[in-house]
């Protein structure tokens, strides 16, 4: 997972930007741009004030207004050319505004010229314009902060140039059209951009010259130089618009009323007309990986790739449900064929649409596939075998489309709310959004969850704009006919009208008019819903919203239900260690699968055939099953009835009755003297201690404990009896000291702090932790935990860690498990119980290593019995642990294991037993004594 993450942040880091240049260049266009003089009246009052504080600065360096002209180029809605002449400096100036079809905000640009004698032009660039440049260019293409900063430059280069000419204005225009021209011929001669197919004036960037323009635009756009600007820091600011009741576009020469709207119209379609250029692909693109980032942060992060394509397919899917009612209604701008992530779904246009219809275009993404993705997950729970990368896309399905359900704009279920609701009672929609903003930041502060947070802050960003659409909504319902028109062109023109009617012309202009005259438009041909529309829509969406909010309920609440909301401090810390938990990656066919079925299904019952009721006390069920079972459990492969018992496709209760049946087996082989068959089943035991490795829980390592002592005991009477040769000496050695390892401080932490956490009324947060880490793709844990503890509350009180997770965290830094340090380092607080708890836990550690060591310490006197034929006449060890391991002969002979940890130190420590509690009670010591060859029967050690 880590490698995962670091590879996924290096793509975000290099290959991000990389990327977003790459989407940008592959759209690059240059169009042939033609002048058109044209007189001052019939440039839109808008464009003379915002460009008069340029003009005004121009004036400051001597240059005076000769020319303006109207540009036309397809890849222009709105563009315009002033030409200054410095009669003084023999230097033209052009200034053009241009607004872009690719939907960018307006860009003005300043250029100097300055032709000498010999037919070259000193040129100076505010922008990086072209790469091929006319022969006859002496250019200088950069950015300038200020225009002062630009004609510096330009007058330092042509301060010494004594061959200044200024041509006449027409010749000039010609100039700049030959200019054009060139520029426009170099482009293709050159081999870097190619003429398009429809239209052979617009020429695009061709695939092989990406990599040599990548670096510049990159290196431009990181210094704030890639997009053009309206502004220079020594341009003031243009004037406010001023409202004139008698205005008429040029005034007392201007136009008619109906040429005045024709011509707001004409301005408005040209500015509302956006193409697919760079800055909407980027749009696009960014909001797509900004979608996959977060769903691979929450979902995916073992799995990136495949958590990556999973969401590009389903937002693909999500747009054509979008897509396909509008083809089917009539929308204009949907394109025959969908491409998933080209904006087709944005620009569709019907707005005289009934609102059944619009609701059916809202609810069509995510309401299929919300459907899809829950049924998905319900046919998962009937059919175990369904792949887990169908059960993440369904998971991840819900998770989308809920996500696109939220009552929030610009999602569809905000979208739909506005629609049935608030475009009537817009007074509501603050109040709403508001309210709902608080509920989303409570659920976030509540459940600590970081997403919830940054929907809330989005959320209360919607107020600013719920009070804008109150004005425009007002605004709408004055209009009588409001409602009744269904040509675009005809509301637009009534608009219009009633903007120049009422003396409000210089509206018209103003930052961002055509997107306030888009929202009025959008208003004034809305179909009102009806009620049996408003009553289907918002059952559907409450339904909608309600099913992935009820799912995550089952998941999150049910518990709180079914354990009356018991609060448990150590639940977070079960987290911490079940991260470090051993995951169980291993997988059985399904043969495999269905033959350990069947042999559980025969375990649960009774030889009679009725349901077995005993299987929670494993030795009581294996007295009545081991006839029934003894023979097929000799043939079974352990290693994979382990992995079925960790990946819950046996119960938990099974796997502890066949090792019961195999113990009992083995038990009744040495009291029969079968020597060969107990030799065998011995060594088939220890064999199934070490598959069955780790333990998922404190129970079944108290099982497994209590099992392999009583094995270890009937190898110690064997080797008493002298029914073992050297090579089953060996065997046996070689078996037991594999088994005598440290045991791993990963497991054994997990089961000392789930088994509080269990005794502490969370059994089923316990038994899922110790099998694997909660996954954050809920779906994954939503069968296993469907009735158990899923909400993990805070540590209450204080704040010190409970004794048994700072015990679990000594032994993960120490790697010392079992051991109780005098101190522990930090403070802690201990439970009633606890101690016991941990004391008993170590305990069982403490002996089961002991006896090891004592058998094999048998085994190996054993050996040196038979080659000297007499055990040595002293023996005497220490045992790690603070034992004494001695060869006794009187009365036996026998090993006697003797515990010295009350003469070392206190078996009890400080921090463990607060005054505050009664001292918990601490067994006996752990004396043991192991017969050897020889001794007399003592019936009474098989009960030891």
């Not at 809605?77 to 002449?85: D, N, P, Q, S």
């Not at 010229?113 to 990086?128: A, C, H, S, Y």
């Not at 040029?250 to 250029?277: C, K, P």
């Amino acid at each position: 997972m880590t490698l995962g993450l670091v590879l996924l942040a290096l793509v975000f880091a290099t290959g991000l930007p990389l990327l977003c240049a790459f989407v940008a260049l592959t759209n690059v266009r240059r169009y042939r741009v033609k002048a058109h003089p044209c007189d001052t009246y019939v440039i839109p009052s808008d464009v003379k004030r915002r460009m008069a504080p340029w003009l005004n600065r121009m004036g400051h360096f001597g240059f005076r207004q000769a020319q303006i002209s109207r540009l036309e180029s397809a890849g222009y809605a709105e563009a315009h050319r002033w030409i200054l002449v410095n009669d003084e400096e023999k230097t033209y100036a052009t200034l053009e505004r241009i607004v872009p079809i690719s939907g960018a905000g307006p860009r003005v640009s300043l250029s100097f010229f300055t032709p000498l004698r010999d037919g070259t032009l000193i040129v100076t660039l505010d922008r990086r314009l072209t790469r091929h440049p006319p022969a006859w260019w002496q250019d200088v293409q950069r950015y300038f902060g200020t225009v002062t900063a630009q004609w510096k430059l330009h007058y330092s280069r042509i301060r010494g140039e004594q061959g200044r000419v200024l041509p006449a204005l027409d010749k000039f225009t010609e100039m700049l059209a030959a200019d054009e021209e060139a520029r426009h011929e170099a482009l293709v001669k050159g081999g870097e951009f190619v003429p398009t197919r429809q239209d052979p004036e617009v020429l695009r960037l061709r695939f092989g010259s990406l990599p040599s323009r990548v670096l510049p635009v990159l290196g431009d756009f990181f210094r704030g130089r890639y997009f053009g600007s309206c502004t220079r820091r020594d341009v003031a600011a243009p004037a406010k618009a001023k409202q004139d009741e008698n205005e008429r576009i040029g005034g007392a020469i201007g136009l008619s009323l109906n040429q005045a709207v024709e011509q707001d119209l004409a301005r408005y379609r040209a500015l509302q007309t956006v193409a697919s250029g760079p800055l909407d692909h980027f749009r696009r693109l960014f909001l797509l990986l900004g979608t996959i980032a977060f769903f691979i942060a929450l979902f995916g992060r073992d799995e990136p790739l495949q958590t990556a394509a999973t969401v590009i397919i389903l937002a693909a899917l999500h747009e054509a449900g979008h897509w396909l009612p509008m083809r089917l209604f009539g929308y204009r701008g949907t394109s025959p064929i969908f491409i998933p992530f080209t904006g087709a779904t944005e620009r569709a246009r019907k707005l005289h649409a009934p609102a059944w219809q619009q609701l059916i275009v809202l609810l069509g993404g995510p309401l299929p596939g919300l459907i899809a993705g829950l049924a998905m997950l319900g046919y998962g729970y009937f059919s175990p075998n369904t792949p887990l990368w169908l059960l993440d896309a369904a998971g991840m399905a819900v998770a989308l489309n809920a996500l696109h359900l939220l009552p929030v704009l610009p999602m569809d279920g905000g979208k739909i709310i506005d629609l049935l609701v608030f475009r009537d009672l817009p007074l509501l929609r603050p109040f709403f959004t508001v309210t709902a903003s608080l509920s989303a930041f409570a659920a976030a502060v509540v459940l600590n969850n970081r997403v919830l947070r940054y929907i809330a802050m989005a959320m209360f960003g919607g107020v600013i704009w719920d009070v804008r659409t109150i004005q425009v909504v007002r605004g709408a319902r004055k209009l009588p006919w409001a409602g009744e028109v269904n040509d675009e062109g005809e509301a637009l023109r009534r608009i219009f009208r009633g903007l120049r009617q009422e003396g409000h012309g210089s509206f018209i202009g103003t930052d961002g008019w055509h997107k306030k005259i888009e929202a009025l438009l959008m208003e004034v041909m809305r179909k009102r819903p009806k009620l049996a529309t408003r009553f289907v829509g918002g059952s559907v969406l409450t339904i909608a919203g309600a099913m992935p909010a009820l799912l995550m309920a089952g998941v999150l609440l049910g518990p709180i239900l079914g354990d009356a909301g018991r609060m448990v401090r150590t639940a977070e810390h079960v987290t911490e260690f079940r991260k470090r938990f051993p995951k169980e990656t291993r997988t059985l066919s399904a043969e495999d699968r269905l033959a350990l079925t069947d042999l559980a299904a025969d375990t649960e019952k009774a030889p009679d055939g009725t349901p077995y009721t005993n299987l929670d006390r494993p030795r009581d069920a294996a007295l009545e099953l081991t006839s029934v079972l003894g023979p097929r459990l000799d043939k079974l492969d352990w290693e994979r009835a382990n992995i079925a018992a960790r990946t819950n496709v046996i119960g938990a209760q099974i796997l502890p009755v066949w090792v019961e049946v195999q113990c009992r087996q083995l038990e009744l082989a040495a009291t029969a003297e079968r020597g060969p068959e107990t030799l065998r089943r011995a060594e088939l035991m220890l064999h199934i201690f070490s598959t069955a490795e780790p333990a998922t829980s404190l129970e079944r390592r108290e099982a497994l404990t209590a099992a392999e002592l009583r094995v270890l005991r009937v190898i110690e009477n064997e080797a008493a009896a002298g029914r073992l040769d050297a090579a089953a000496v060996a065997k046996l050695d070689e078996r037991i000291s594999t088994r005598n390892v440290a045991p791993d401080p990963e497991i054994e932490g997990l089961l000392l702090v789930a088994a509080w956490a269990e005794r502490s009324r969370l059994s089923a947060v316990a038994d899922a932790a110790a099998q694997a880490s909660l996954d954050p793709r809920f779906w994954r844990d939503l069968y296993p935990r469907i009735r158990t503890v899923r909400r993990l509350l805070a540590e209450q009180g204080s704040t010190n860690p409970p004794a048994s997770v700072a015990l679990a965290r000594y032994w993960r830094n120490s790697r010392r498990v079992g051991e109780l340090p005098p101190q522990i380092g930090v403070p802690v607080s201990v439970s009633p119980g606890e101690a016991s708890l941990i004391l008993d836990f170590c305990e069982q550690h403490q002996r089961l290593i002991w006896r090891r060591l004592s058998t094999l310490s048998a085994l190996r006197l054993e050996s040196y019995r038979r080659k000297t034929g007499t055990f040595p006449p002293m023996w005497k060890h220490s045992v790690p642990g603070g034992a004494n391991m001695e060869l006794m002969k009187e009365g036996g002979p026998y090993l006697r294991l003797t515990d010295r940890r009350d003469q070392i130190q206190r078996r009890i420590p400080l921090w463990l037993a607060p005054a505050s509690l009664p001292v918990p009670p601490m067994g006996p010591a752990l004396d043991y004594d192991c017969p050897l060859f020889g001794a007399p029967p003592d019936p009474a050690l098989s009960h030891r």
